[in-house]
């Protein structure tokens, strides 16, 4: 079970533990969605509340599209002031830690009378893509990242050597200056690529190092070649 005393590392290996159940949560309804886009010829998506035998909290999204099925997981906890934090991660790769102080700035804009629990669900249900832009290398060798989100832009801090982004708050995009825009724009094409094939985002990335061969190497490429694997 998490808990708040974890360090954000012991939160992704106990909920990863959670993920052969999580996907075994799953299969019924992913059949029930299969069907439903049959009969309704059109994209469905399904919000899950779900609490795992680790007595782990989850929500989980269930999108059917044309393309195949997929899941997206968020695992929530509740800080020592007994506010939620939560997690998006899948079983490898990336996991974002989501600070309450973003859960609470979005509900302020888009939701202000919801409850807390509603709050971070209208969030999930609307922001479970990302997009990741590195912006800096700091002195203690991580960087600080922008996140993209449907809604606006988490701001954050990334240490490559753990897949960790730390997402601390968030921006919608009326809060946004030009450059911001200009970075939404380049991670909108990044949240993209989860609707393409493998081959067509082997294309993508190929297509980026042709245009802008000096982002070779760089960190934020080298997440898009992971994401494109």
């Not at 399904?46 to 599209?65: A, E, F, G, I, Y």
């Not at 996140?147 to 946004?176: C, P, R, S």
Request: hydrophobic residues 40%; glycine residues 6%; aromatic residues 10%.
């Amino acid at each position: 079970m998490i808990v708040h005393t974890m360090t954000t590392a012991e939160m992704v290996v106990e909920a990863r533990k959670d993920f052969r159940a999580l996907y075994n949560r799953c299969e019924k309804p992913l059949r029930e969605a299969r069907r439903e886009m049959i009969r309704q010829k059109q994209q469905i998506i399904h919000l899950m509340d779900w609490t795992s035998p680790r007595k782990n909290h989850w929500l989980l999204l269930v999108h059917q599209r044309k393309s195949g099925p997929r899941i997206y997981a968020l695992v929530w906890y509740y800080d020592r002031e007994g506010r939620i934090n939560a997690m998006h991660l899948a079983h490898k790769g990336m996991a974002f830690r989501i600070d309450r102080h973003v859960i609470e700035r979005y509900g302020e804009r888009f939701d202000p009378t919801a409850k807390p629990l509603e709050r971070l669900q209208r969030f999930w249900l609307e922001n479970h893509v990302y997009g990741l832009e590195p912006t800096k290398q700091l002195p203690d060798g991580r960087w600080s990242v922008n996140v993209g989100m449907n809604h606006g832009m988490g701001l954050g801090l990334w240490e490559q050597g753990t897949e960790i982004v730390l997402v601390d708050t968030f921006i919608n995009h009326g809060q946004m200056f030009s450059n911001q825009l200009d970075t939404m724009d380049r991670m909108d094409l990044q949240r993209m690529m989860t609707d393409m094939t493998v081959g067509q985002r082997r294309f993508f990335i190929d297509l980026i190092k042709r245009r802008h061969p000096e982002s070779i190497g760089s960190p934020g490429l080298t997440w898009l070649e992971q994401l494109a694997a």
